[in-house]
């Protein structure tokens, strides 16, 4: 018997060494568009949904949409903030999570993004590291990826330095953020 995703627990929470990872919570909005606003120059090249600074209004909304994807384990999000000295959560750096789930197979997609100043610093690699220990214990994956325009170095490098293979390269299998083709890099690990 299956059981509803709904019914899994997933932790809101994931601390690393460095790293504090929450679930999007209402009233983050404000600060997430501060955020995405400040990065948008090194975003811009990969992300669709950073072509232009967000109004604190159009976040909040993004934000309570993830939240309730969460809650219904359609979508994992969480922020990623830098770990104060008492382990409290200090200063949001970016966002990621475990996307495009399918629970029958239990295949998850990590995704990430980190604000320019907080690059090169260890924090995206260890919150993949984190989701793929959340993805392979508790959620019992069976396969990870991580999919990325095999132009951006830094995104490829967090793969392969948290040990995930390349498996290929899928040419011409979407659109970039000017609308012409684009390749993606497909980058796993599997259960076992």
């Known amino acids: 018997m299956t059981i509803d995703p709904v019914l899994i627990d997933v932790p809101e929470r994931l601390d690393g060494e460095r790293t504090v990872l929450l679930a999007p919570h209402a009233g983050l909005g404000a600060e997430m568009a501060v955020v995405i606003g400040q990065s ?8 669709p949904w950073a072509q232009e600074a967000p109004t604190a209004e159009n976040a909040e909304l993004v934000v309570r949409r993830m939240q309730a994807d969460f809650i219904a384990r ?6 990623i903030y830098a770990r104060r000295a008492d382990g409290s959560p200090g200063r949001l750096l970016g ?17 990430y993004w980190i604000r320019p100043e ?15 220990a959340l993805a392979f214990g508790p959620l019992a994956a069976r396969r990870v990826e991580i999919r ?15 040990g995930f293979e390349l498996e290929g390269v899928l040419r011409n299998n979407t659109l970039g953020v000017d609308g012409a083709p684009r390749d993606t890099a497909v980058y796993a690990r599997i259960a076992g």
Request: with cysteine; proline share 3%; charged share 25%.
């Open 148 to 162: 990325c325009d095999p132009r951006n170095l830094k995104s490829r490098a967090v793969a392969e330095r948290c």
């Open 40 to 47: 948008l120059s090194h975003l811009r090249p990969w992300m």
């Open 74 to 79: 359609r979508d994992l999000c969480f922020q």
């Open 118 to 132: 907080a690059a090169g610093q260890g924090h995206v690699s260890e919150a993949v590291r984190l989701l793929t």
């Open 95 to 111: 966002g990621t999570g475990l996307h495009r789930i399918d629970w029958a197979v239990r295949r998850f997609e990590i995704g």
